[in-house]
C-alpha cells in the first residue's frame, strides 16, 4: 500500500498523464505566425524544362510554411516562403523570405544557389547553417533548417502556393 498522493496507482497514474498534457501543451504553444507583409523577391520561376524530370522539376514554385523555434519560455512562429526556379537536373536558384517575427520587419535573403539530388534542394550557409528541402509523397516540402548555434533542427511544411 502507498502513503499519500500516492497511495493508489490509478490515481498517481491518472496525475501523471494531466501534468505530462500540461507540459506538452505548454512546449507545444507558439506565438502567431505574421505571413503579412512577405515581399515577393525578383526572380523567374522556371516554366517545365524538358531536359529536367518531372520529379526535379516540380520544386519550382512558390512554398510557403512556418518554422516553429523553441525558446526557453515560449516557442516563436515564423511564416516563411520559399521561391524556387530548378535550372538544370542538379541546381536551383531559390530565395527564402520570411514575415515578421518578434517586432522585426519581413524580408528576404539574397538570391542563392542550391544543389539538387534526388526531390531535395540542399544549401549550406558560410556560417555552417543548413537548408534542405525535400518533396514529399503529399506534394509539400519537409524542410530542416540545422544551425549550429541553436541546440536542434528546426522543422517545417512547406505547401505550394
Known amino acids: 500500500m502507498g502513503i499519500g498522493l500516492f497511495s493508489q496507482p490509478r490515481r498517481a497514474l491518472a496525475i501523471f498523464a494531466v501534468v505530462g498534457l500540461v507540459f506538452v501543451g505548454f512546449m507545444g504553444t507558439a506565438r502567431a505566425a505574421d505571413c503579412s507583409g512577405i515581399p ?11 531536359l529536367i524530370p518531372a520529379s526535379i522539376s516540380a520544386l519550382s514554385g512558390t512554398w510557403e510554411g512556418t518554422w516553429i523555434f523553441m525558446g526557453r519560455t515560449n516557442n516563436v512562429a515564423l511564416c516563411s516562403r520559399v521561391y524556387i526556379s530548378v535550372i538544370d537536373p542538379s541546381h536551383a536558384t531559390f530565395v527564402y523570405c520570411y514575415g515578421s517575427i518578434n517586432g522585426t520587419s519581413p524580408g528576404c535573403r539574397p538570391k542563392a544557389i542550391a544543389g539538387v539530388t534526388g526531390q531535395t534542394l540542399s544549401r549550406t550557409g558560410p556560417t555552417g547553417s543548413k537548408v534542405s528541402f525535400t518533396l514529399n509523397s503529399t506534394g509539400s516540402l519537409d524542410a530542416v533548417y540545422d544551425n549550429p548555434s541553436y541546440r536542434s533542427p528546426t522543422y517545417a511544411t512547406f505547401h505550394k502556393k
Not at 40 to 50: E, Q, S
Open 40 to 50: 515577393v523577391p525578383d526572380l523567374k520561376i522556371g516554366t517545365a524544362n524538358p
